[in-house]
């Protein structure tokens, strides 16, 4: 049974995140108007509220998010199985508004 309720579009962008200041790096992978994943092996548990900034080019966006899900792996099957988090968004500001509508998000 799918779970998400918007369809999911790969990219390869650069994302920091954290609880209280975006200082960790990682990967977006995929993002939806609803939520995105990052691969990362720093996680946080489902529940965690993160604050996160993808960039793009020379935009920063920013976001507020929920874990969802989250898996660590060994640092050797980080390119092998899936890894990182899935997070919600619980705000976007208005670049990452018009990032979804300049790539047909929704």
Known sequence: MEKRRAGR?????????????????????DISATGLRI???HVFRPGTKLKMTIKDKDVNMHAEGLVTWARKVPLQMM??????MGVTFLRI????ANYFTEHDIN
């Not at 390119?79 to 990182?84: A, F, Q």
């Not at 500001?93 to 990452?96: G, P, R, T, V």
């Open 9 to 29: 579009h790969k990219k390869r962008l650069n994302i920091k995140f954290g609880v209280q200041h975006p200082d960790l790096i990682g990967f977006l992978v």
């Open 39 to 41: 691969k990362t092996n």
């Open 79 to 84: 390119n092998v199985t899936r890894c990182g």
């Open 93 to 96: 500001d208005a670049n990452l």
